[in-house]
Structure formats: C-alpha cells, structure tokens
C-alpha cells in the first residue's frame, strides 16, 4: 500500500524558503514518477512539478526557476526546494506518484501546510 508522509511546511516570509520532504513507504519508490501538488485557500488543486523515475523534471511556469523537485531512491523520499517565495504560492502542499499534470491523479499524501506572509 502506497504510504506517503509530507514535512517541512512553515511559516515564512516573501522571499524565503523552505525545503518539503515526503517520505514514501509501501512501494518500490525508486520505480516510481512523483510529483507535486498544492492547494491555496479557497481554490482547487494545482499540479506544480513531477520528476520521472530517472529524475527528468517538469514544472509549471509560475513556480519554474524558483522551485526544484528532487529524489533519494535509497531514502525514499522525494524533495521540493522552494526559493523566492511568494504570497501566492501560500497552500498546502502534497505529494502524490505518477507524473501525470492532472493534479487529482495518482495517490497523495496528508499534506504540509506552507504560509508565505510578512
């Protein structure tokens, strides 16, 4: 069973940053494409960054050059380094397998909260 485990949310101020940790466990993780997903306040869920299972990563235009998604196949766990942040990009954020855009596929984990407020 696909167990995922998000850490690292915060509270920080508008050019900060933050480093997001979601420990896998249940699954050959290293055999696997993950992403990123968030969502703000009030809006539906927003697919950020995948990277694949050779570490080929995606993002969205908003969060490209600011955000970097990474692996450790022997820890399991995937990373999202998040430079310069921004109001907007106050959400909570998941991780989830697949590569897939569509922000709802996949299996996500519970979520870190991340508030990017002066």
């Known amino acids: 069973e696909v167990h995922l485990v998000e850490s690292g949310g915060g509270l920080v101020q508008p050019g900060g940053s933050l480093r997001l940790s979601c420990a896998a466990s249940g699954f050959e993780f290293r055999r696997y494409d993950m992403k990123w997903v968030r969502q703000a306040p009030g809006k539906g869920l927003e697919w950020i960054s995948s990277?694949?299972?050779?570490?080929?990563?995606y993002y969205i235009n908003p969060v490209r050059g600011r955000f970097t998604i990474s692996r450790d196949n022997a820890k399991s766990t995937l990373y999202l380094q998040m430079n310069n942040l921004k109001t907007e990009d106050t959400a909570v954020y998941y991780c989830a397998t697949g590569l897939s855009a569509i922000p709802e596929a996949g299996t996500r984990g519970q979520g870190t909260q991340v508030t990017v407020s002066s």
């Open positions: 990277i694949d299972s050779r570490g080929v990563d």
